[in-house]
């Protein structure tokens, strides 16, 4: 979800991101995982991977990160991005093979990454025109250390106009 803090003369907007809820499908080698933040299931007590990756996928709702989106799009200037990463590596347990997990997050969570994944998001608008209450759906791919699918919702909400 995004929210327009502010409009320059030149249409550069500062704009406050948020993830309202976050949910992930996978299929790898550790098998097929699912995790819903807003409806959470219980995990497999016997799949501590499972376990770790809910935690950081539930750990992401409800972050919120500020950033410049010029009307082609483009991001920049984002910031917030440490406060997410705190977040989610406070769900990361201690132990044999959790080493390093940190700084695998922080590769795939630093701003060049997180304005791709942005920029996807802020640029995939319909041809035909919107209104308030329409939603409309997308799919890209991004590459956070692996090929990834990201499907998006798009919502447009009632929303004050700056001047």
Known sequence: MSETLSVDADGVMDVQMSYKSVKMVMDGPMGHMEFDSANPKPT???????KMMTAMVSAMAGC????TVKPTGETSNIRGIEDMLAKVKK?????????????????MFDEKKLGELSGNMMGAFPSEPIAVGDAWYDTQSINLMMPIAVSYTHLTLPTKRIV
């Open 44 to 50: 497999d007590p016997n799949k501590p991977q499972e």
């Open 64 to 67: 919120k990160f500020p950033m």
């Open 91 to 107: 769900t990361i347990p201690t132990g044999p093979g959790m080493e390093g997990v940190d700084k695998l997050l922080d590769k």
